[in-house]
């Protein structure tokens, strides 16, 4: 499966991509919001994810011109919901990848499944992460906490959902970011 935005293509991860895998998301910036990723990251976490990816069709990774700057997927929780996770390298932060992924994967699943609503949960000091959700359409629902791998304490937060039946419009147009799929 390959999504294409208007800048990222969101695919499977390859071998090729580990040391890139690591460089990234190695960097405590970017693990100590993320629940289920260690700290440090090693060569073997990489080998256990890249591994771990062909057994869901929806644990993917984020490409800008074929380099790897991030992921994105979605983790069975119940037969009902899928959580939603993201994450993107430090240098590439602040231009808008996370909620084009985010929101094309959101389509995609929109389009090809019958899923009734996505989950998120979201550090409450992430500030950045929430605005993500917000934009695409995530409406909160509560908070409560969730341990965090890399930090191995539990950390508050906040509980995200996205209902494809009844879903909140995006906080604003993002339509342009999704004409190629
Ligand atoms: C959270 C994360 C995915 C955001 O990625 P990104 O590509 O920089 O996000 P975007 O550029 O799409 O959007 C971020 C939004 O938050 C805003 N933002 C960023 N930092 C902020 C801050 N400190 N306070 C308020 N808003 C902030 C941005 O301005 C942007 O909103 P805007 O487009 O309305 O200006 C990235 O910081 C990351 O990977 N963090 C570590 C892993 C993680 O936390 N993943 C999510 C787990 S729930």
Do not use: H
């Amino acid at each position: 499966m390959e999504i294409k935005t208007e800048r990222l293509t969101i695919k499977k991860i390859k071998k090729t991509d580990k040391k890139q895998l690591v460089d990234l998301i190695g960097d405590f910036r970017v693990s100590k919001t993320l629940s289920n990723v260690p700290y440090p990251y090693t060569d073997k976490d990489a080998e256990y994810w890249l591994n771990d990816v062909k057994n869901s069709k929806f644990k993917l990774n984020i490409f800008l011109d074929n380099i790897l700057i991030g992921g994105v997927g979605l983790r069975n929780m119940d037969i009902d919901y899928y959580e939603l996770g993201y994450w993107i390298g430090f240098k590439y932060w602040g231009k808008g990848y996370a909620t084009e992924a985010c929101y094309g994967l959101l389509n995609y699943v929109k389009k090809n499944t019958a899923f009734k609503y996505l989950k998120a949960y979201v550090y409450k000091e992430n500030i950045a992460s929430s605005n993500v959700l917000k934009k695409i359409g995530f409406r909160q629902t509560g908070d409560g906490k969730i341990f965090s791998l890399s930090r191995q304490e539990n950390i508050p937060c906040i509980n995200f959902e996205y209902c494809f039946r009844n879903s909140a419009k995006p906080a604003f147009n993002l339509e342009s970011k999704s004409a190629n799929f």
